[in-house]
């Protein structure tokens, strides 16, 4: 039987995901990782993590994406202690500009997304009698965002989710909880805002209390601590990771 703690990084690909597995992996975690962005398998054998690979896992709203990643977990450790997830889709634009078509985007991406790895990552901590879920969400979800209503909407609701199953399997020694983010300096964030142009970039970072993005890394380090086993005391919040813009 596994002696090591086991996660799950659901999306190793993009975003924080790849930061996340290597910190897991020094931290001494084995690990199940979702589509890893390529090199990072050979990354995380040098650090000494054992590593399986669930292909085709990134769209969270599927069905069968979040029972895959716990299926490898249990069939190849037979526990899980931790699980990082994100994803969701963003809709721009006012509300009543707004089609049923957007709505179900960011209710399916938002939403779903959240709700089914949630239903299936929580039942083997709960049998355990411990677990740490982190899910990543959207700062917009902590305040009014003009011009993403649906998306904001739907973010809120995602971590009013997070809030509601945290009290429910509390006492069971799971926690769950939710970091929000906006203004992240990731690929995804430049090009949809354009700030890959400085002047743009410049703008920007104005919007935010501290001038300036966040990193992955430190990201990734700030999450850790929801994950990692060291703090045990913390569940059921939603913690903007923004610098200061949802204060």
Known sequence: ?????????????????????????????????????EGLIEELDELGASSWIADNVLDLADPTAAPRLVDIAMDAYARIDSAVFFGGDIVIGSFMKSSAEDLERVMRGNIEGVYRPLRVFLPP?????????????????????PGAPLYSATRAAANMLVRN???????????????????????????????????????????????????????????????????????????????????
């Open 1 to 37: 039987m596994n002696e090591r703690p086991v996660a799950i990084v659901a999306n190793a690909k993009h975003y924080v995901g790849p930061h996340l597995a290597r910190a897991f992996a020094r931290a001494g975690y084995d690990l199940v990782v979702g589509d890893p962005a």
């Open 125 to 145: 901590m709960i049998e355990r009698g411990a677990g740490q879920v982190l899910v990543l969400t959207s700062a917009s979800g902590l305040r009014v965002t």
């Open 165 to 247: 199953v945290a009290a429910e399997v509390a006492g069971s020694g799971v926690q769950v909880n939710a970091v929000g983010t906006n203004f992240m300096d990731f690929p995804g964030f430049l090009d949809a805002s354009g700030a890959n142009d400085p002047a743009v970039r410049a703008k920007i970072e104005q919007q935010v209390p501290m001038n300036r993005l966040g990193g992955m890394e430190e990201f990734a380090r700030f999450c850790m601590a929801f994950v990692d086993g060291s703090s045990r005391f913390q569940t059921g919040q939603t913690i903007g990771y923004d610098g200061g813009w949802s204060a």
